[in-house]
């Protein structure tokens, strides 16, 4: 990974703080992206320190805001050095149903329509080659688009909000990985690459915020029964940096391997569906069908 840039979204706790540091070690120029100026400074300085390398840098960011994820983009694209991986990692989950501060359900907000606007905005500046991971969770295989109401504004629950957004986040991969080998193929590009990651049950606090005393001791039971931040992370830097796997694309992987994914992330239409609704939601349209070069027709 000498010379190669990664960035990685919600990177200053948990898996986001774990993979940061192992392309850091691996020798990777690294972009962490965090909401919190303290935390990123204390992050940046953390994974110094453990990797021994200063090519370390963070960027401030709340996701949850159309605007800040642009101005993200625009910032990283002004260094004018092509991206090599792209970890789309940020996060949350709410029992309570919460709005961004641009009208979306929070959950669909940050875990996966940041995702779906950034790669997009981030799009002409990936390098040849260019890996783009998106984390997922097992809890796609228990989730549905809500199409007639993708905010839940009525009958909601966390739970399914939360697995909404991860089959989201497997969607966009599959069709990402269609269109962005339809383009290749076009324009004679070696193909950027689209992976969806599984981290598995991992010990992180992302369930225990706002939660009652009962919820609370259910998320540390389930904590005990969970690998660690680091553990996952591994997988995860794998997938960003092993050799063994150029050139695959549209893999859901967990582990270190590909495995299958849930019956309903295999939906074409479906993922043309959410590709276009997306498009609407962020204001960005890219890799259209039909549309020649790499980055497609992007809109304000």
């Not at 986040?169 to 950027?192: G, M, Q, W």
């Amino acid at each position: 990974m000498n010379g190669k840039l990664c960035v990685v979204t919600g990177a200053t706790s948990g898996i986001g703080l774990e993979v940061a540091c192992s392309l850091a070690s691996l020798g990777a120029r690294v972009i962490g992206v965090g909401r919190d100026p303290c935390r990123c400074a204390q992050a940046a300085s953390r994974i110094r320190s453990l990797s021994g390398r200063n090519e370390v840098e963070y960027e401030v960011a709340d996701l949850s805001s159309r605007v800040e994820v642009r101005a993200l983009a625009q910032r990283i694209a002004t260094r004018k050095v092509h991206v090599d991986v792209l970890i789309n990692n940020a996060g949350l989950f709410t029992w309570k149903r919460r709005e961004s501060v641009d009208g979306i359900e929070l959950q669909f907000a940050v875990n996966y329509l940041a995702a779906f606007l950034l790669t997009g905005l981030l799009l002409p500046h990936l390098a040849t080659g260019a890996r783009v991971i998106t984390v997922s969770s097992d809890s796609h295989t228990i989730g549905r688009i809500h199409w007639r109401d993708v905010g839940m504004h009525h009958g909601y629950s966390g739970l399914s909000a939360y697995a909404q957004s991860k089959l989201a986040t497997v969607l966009f991969t599959y069709e990402l990985a269609r269109r962005l080998s339809a383009h290749a193929a076009k324009s004679r590009e070696a193909s950027i690459t689209a992976f969806a990651a599984d981290p598995g049950l991992v010990d992180t606090k992302i369930g225990e915020k706002g939660t009652g005393a009962l919820i609370g001791r259910f998320w540390r039971w389930r904590a005990r029964h969970s690998i660690s931040p680091a553990q996952s992370a591994a997988s995860i830097a794998f997938l960003a940096s092993s050799p063994l796997i150029a050139g695959q694309t549209g893999h859901y992987w967990y582990m270190d391997e590909p495995r299958p994914s849930s019956k309903r992330s295999y939906d074409e239409a479906a993922a043309r569906r959410l590709w276009e609704l997306s498009e609407r939601m962020s204001g960005l349209c890219y890799l259209s069908e039909g549309s020649p070069g790499r980055s497609g027709r992007l809109t304000a």
